[in-house]
C-alpha cells in the first residue's frame, strides 16, 4: 500500500477542515445547547477533530514549510500575498487551538474536548476567561474574513488569470468541472 503524497494529505486536510470551519462560524455552543445534550457532545467531537486538524497542519507547516507556490502567472500584489495569506491561516488556525486551550486553563470547572479529553485543569479566573473568550471569537471571526477572501483569491486567479491553483486544489472528482 502507497502512502498519500503530501499534496494529497493537505486537500484531504484543506476539505475535511472547511465544513467543520463553516459550522463553527455558524452554530454556537448556545444554540447547540437549546437541541439537547447529544449535540453539545457533538459539537464538542466535532471541535476536538478540528482542532487535532489545525494542530497537524501547523505541524505540517513547522517540519516540510508552505506547500503552495505563487504560480507563474501571479504578479505584483497578488504574488506578494500569496505566501502571507496562506501562512496567516494556518498560524490562525493554530492560534484559535492555543485559545480554546487557555478557555479551557481559565474556566472554573473541567471542560472536556469530544467529550473525552480535559483541555486543561481549570485554575478558575473569570476575568482572563472572560478575555480569552472575547479573543477567541474575534480571532476565529476574523480568520473567517481571511478565509473568505482566501476563496476569492483562488476563484480570482481561475478566472482571471486562468491558472491551475484552484484545479490543483480540487477533489479529482470535481477538476473536470473546472
Given at each position: ?42 459539537h ?35 504574488r ?36 473525552i ?62
Open positions: 500500500m502507497q502512502l498519500p503524497t503530501r499534496r494529497t494529505w493537505l486537500k484531504t486536510l484543506h476539505w475535511s477542515m472547511l465544513p467543520l470551519f463553516v459550522w463553527f462560524l455558524l452554530v454556537q455552543p448556545g444554540d447547540v445547547a437549546a437541541w439537547g445534550n447529544w449535540a453539545v457532545k457533538l464538542s467531537i466535532f471541535g476536538l477533530v478540528f482542532v487535532a486538524m489545525c494542530l497537524g497542519w501547523t505541524v505540517s507547516l513547522i517540519y516540510l514549510g508552505l506547500a503552495s507556490r505563487p504560480g507563474p502567472k501571479l504578479r505584483g500584489v497578488a506578494a500575498i500569496h505566501r502571507p495569506l496562506h501562512l496567516t491561516i494556518v498560524w490562525g488556525l493554530f492560534g484559535v487551538a492555543v485559545t480554546g486551550f487557555l478557555l479551557g486553563l481559565t474556566a472554573s470547572r473541567v471542560l472536556f474536548a469530544g467529550t479529553l480535559p483541555i486543561a485543569p481549570p485554575l478558575g479566573l473569570p476575568d482572563a476567561n472572560q478575555w480569552v473568550g472575547t479573543l477567541h471569537t474575534v480571532e476565529f471571526y476574523g480568520l473567517g474574513v481571511i478565509v473568505a477572501f482566501h476563496a476569492a483569491y483562488h476563484i480570482w486567479r481561475h478566472y482571471r488569470l486562468r491558472d491551475n491553483a484552484l484545479r490543483i486544489m480540487a477533489p479529482k472528482a470535481l477538476q473536470r468541472f473546472l
